[in-house]
């Protein structure tokens, strides 16, 4: 797994590349708890290059997801290839978090 983060507009992008599984979730969650421990309440996490992702991938995303609402932040989901997106829809997670198909769609509005 690959992971980089950047600034755009009024969010804070995280990529992530390769597989969000049980031996990658740590550091996902490391350094997306840097970013929202750094002030950063509004985020996209950018699935673009993303090719798999399990369900402690999934619990990362939940654990966040509950930190920014308490911090009054927001996420947002995008580039999700039709692999990874059929996992959101199966575990319902596609109801809970706001996905999008680009980068940009997630960002706007942000």
């Known amino acids: 797994m690959q992971i980089d983060t950047q600034q755009v507009g009024g969010a804070h992008v995280v990529m992530v590349a390769g597989s969000l599984d049980t031996k990658t979730a740590p550091e996902a969650e490391a350094t997306i708890n840097e970013v929202v421990a750094a002030g950063h309440t509004k ?53 809970i978090f706001s996905i999008h198909d680009t980068r940009a769609e997630a960002v706007a509005g942000l």
């Open 43 to 95: 985020l996209v996490i950018d699935f673009e290059k993303l090719d798999y992702i399990s369900s402690s991938g999934l619990r990362v995303l939940l654990a966040t997801m509950k930190k920014l609402k308490k911090q009054k932040g927001t996420m947002r989901l995008c580039g999700m290839n039709p692999t990874v997106k059929e996992v959101f829809v199966i575990s319902g997670f596609s109801g």
